[in-house]
């Protein structure tokens, strides 16, 4: 058994469509046919079923997906492994982060990485979608939100920051010191779609307090959501990091107060993946700036309730 025919074959499994896996790989549909002729006839046992146009795995070929995958991962992973033997800490790392944390949080950590470690190649991604990107090796690591657990996935702590309510500063709420969790039933809110982390986060609270968020516009946009906010259409629900991490912003954040909503951060990997050098030197500059960053949260907000 090839690797090459490996690779055609899971070309297959990703697509369903032989001439489309044929044009990614870059080779002919008819060979990528007769090599897949080749596999099946090595193993005995008919790996996709045709029916007319449609294509679909037998069990055999689910069987050999889930080996063959591993497999690969391992060929690549032994690569990696090799080819830092001949770099000084260099390599690509693909980065997932939610929207608003690389809008508003993480860009000086980025500027910094990149004086500090020129020669590492860093691809930044927002999506609200990290935790299947990782596990479909689209992303090398993600930071997002604690959510279901995958024991393909190493999940790591980052800290724990609560949701205020942000609101533009001429705004009769803006001079409150705190925000009762059930008066947001009875404010206008712009806010993220439903089915984003952050918004199902901040609605799991408010149903357990006895009520359902009914925001008055919704985009899944985080500069889209502050420039609402700024407009006066509303305020909104989101980290205390997002506000504290702008200059001039024209807005308010108020701590809420009888069971606030929280968010916990995960720094997620697989598993199975080779870690590079670069890679790990990534994440020990990503925990000490967010462990900078929480601690001078803390000390802001002490001294804001040493204020009242």
Excluded: W
Excluded at 86 to 111: A, F, N, Q
Excluded at 182 to 201: I, K, N, S, W
């Amino acid at each position: 058994m090839e690797t090459r025919h490996l690779h055609y074959f899971l070309a297959v499994c990703e697509e369903l469509h032989f001439t489309r896996a044929a044009e990614k790989l870059g080779i002919s549909q008819p060979t990528l046919s007769q090599q897949i002729r080749v596999l099946e006839g090595e193993l005995n046992m008919p790996l996709f079923d045709r029916i007319g146009k449609k294509t679909a795995l037998t069990e055999a070929g689910r069987l050999l997906k889930a080996y063959a995958s591993r497999m690969i991962q391992d060929e690549r992973n032994a690569k990696s492994a090799i080819d830092e033997l001949r770099s000084d800490c260099r390599g690509t790392i693909r980065l997932g982060v939610l929207p608003s944390d690389l809008d508003y949080r993480l860009t000086p950590l980025l500027i910094q990485f990149h004086a500090d470690f020129p020669n590492i190649r860093l691809q930044v991604f927002a999506s609200t979608q990290i935790q299947q990107e990782v596990l479909d090796n689209k992303l090398d690591i993600g930071i997002t939100l604690q959510g279901p657990r995958d024991i393909l996935l190493v999940e790591e702590d980052l800290g724990r920051e609560p949701y205020h309510f942000i609101i533009r500063k001429d705004h009769p709420y803006a001079a409150l010191q705190t925000m009762e969790l059930c008066a947001l039933q009875h404010t206008p809110l712009v806010m993220y779609p439903r089915h984003f982390l952050g918004r199902e986060l901040v609605e799991n609270v408010c149903r357990e307090a006895g009520f359902t968020l009914e925001p008055i516009m919704e985009t899944g946009s985080a500069t889209s959501l502050l420039q609402l906010v700024r407009s006066g259409i509303g305020g909104t629900v989101q980290p205390r990091s997002l506000v504290e991490h702008m200059e001039n912003s024209g807005l308010s954040s108020i701590p809420i107060v009888n069971t606030a909503p929280y968010r916990e951060l995960k720094l997620i990997y697989r598993g199975d993946r080779y870690i590079s050098r670069a890679t790990h030197t990534f994440i020990n500059c990503l925990r000490k700036f967010l462990r900078d960053d929480l601690l001078t949260a803390r000390n802001s907000e002490n001294q804001e309730l040493e204020g009242t």
